[in-house]
């Protein structure tokens, strides 16, 4: 058997799509604070531009130096919150070791938190799907993709391997919220592969490259690959040992081209999101207005 692969890059792209049909009148502008000189996050941050693009989202780039210090930012951050012209805005994470990222997290307004990651929109998810309002992009993605090859969630046992604030904690609320079984492991979890075979659906977000192999799936199960790992061949995989693992389960993420650039579309579609609902609040506002003050 050879698994069914998920296909990200299609569904970012149609999703792309929708949020086009949405951004007509509605003039979203993306701001992307970027400190240092990361080039991982360089490439990231292209991705964001290119996609905003084609959603019609104008978009801005913030970069700062790496020696800049962490109140410089903050005092960008509070300048965004409010500004009319910015409807949402991320910090491309990670930031220099000097800043504390829960601090300039927190100081993200959380209406334009379109990264998801403010404790009051974590919060809000705890409550039930109707709160995913600003989701974090990583974990609303992954859900998409579920829903989009109408793989059920009810009622299956869920497994997450990585436990982090980002994508490991939200993503098994999500499964949770959509009534999975779900269970949740990291790098305490004994005898990791007794829970992996267990799982009708299993997501794996821990950057450790092949850490997932044949022996430890279920024969059958969905397996959501998060994982980005470039080699020292300069080759990218994922967590999850592709060749061994796509032999038996019934439908597998590649890397790339799986969980990445639904990440990126769901960025987009919270940007889509967090403007409509700022609008609804504060009336419209022109291209131009959006991008006068960072020519
Ligand atoms: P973190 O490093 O924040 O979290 C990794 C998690 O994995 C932690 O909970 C850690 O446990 C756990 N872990 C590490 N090693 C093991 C192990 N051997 N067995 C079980 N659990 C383990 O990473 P992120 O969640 O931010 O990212 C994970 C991966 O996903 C990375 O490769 C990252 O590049 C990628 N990523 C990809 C995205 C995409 O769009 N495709 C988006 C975001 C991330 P503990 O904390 O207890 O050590």
């Given at each position: 058997m050879t698994a069914v692969l998920l296909d990200g890059k299609a569904l970012s792209e149609k999703i792309v799509q929708e949020c086009k049909k949405e951004t007509k009148d509605l003039n979203p502008t993306l701001a992307v604070i970027i400190v240092g000189d990361n080039p991982a996050s360089a490439v990231y941050v292209r991705n964001k531009e290119r996609l905003c693009e084609k959603a019609g989202i104008q978009s801005v780039k913030i970069p700062f130096s790496k020696e800049a210090t962490q109140e410089e930012v903050i005092h960008k951050i509070e300048e965004l919150n409010n500004?009319?012209?910015?409807?949402g805005f991320i910090v491309q994470l990670p930031v220099p070791d000097h800043m504390y990222v829960p601090d300039i997290i927190r100081a993200i307004d959380p209406k334009k938190d379109v990264d998801g990651f403010h404790a009051y929109n974590l919060g809000k998810m705890f409550l039930s799907t109707e709160f995913e309002?600003?989701?974090?992009a990583t974990p609303a993605g992954i859900i998409r993709i579920l829903e989009e090859y109408n793989i059920d969630i009810e009622g299956k046992e869920a497994v997450v391997v990585g436990h982090s604030n980002i994508v490991g904690k939200p993503i098994s609320t999500m499964l949770l919220n959509r009534n999975a079984t779900v269970t949740t492991c990291h790098i305490?979890?004994?005898?990791?592969a007794s829970h992996t075979a267990r799982a009708d659906i299993l997501v794996v977000a821990t950057?450790?490259?092949?850490?997932?192999?044949?022996?430890?799936v279920k024969k059958g199960a969905t397996v959501i690959d998060v994982g980005i790992n470039r080699l020292e061949n300069g080759k990218l995989v994922g967590d999850v040992h592709f060749e061994s693992v796509s032999k038996k389960v019934g439908h597998i993420t590649p890397?790339?081209?799986?969980v990445g650039p639904m990440t990126v579309a769901s960025l987009i579609k919270n940007t889509v999101h967090a403007a409509q609902r700022q609008i609804m609040e504060h009336g419209t506002q022109s291209k131009e207005q959006a991008l006068k003050k960072y020519e």
């Open positions: 500004d009319p012209a910015i409807t309002d600003l989701p974090p305490y979890t004994q005898d990791l950057g450790v490259p092949n850490l997932i192999t044949g022996d430890m890397v790339p081209g799986g």
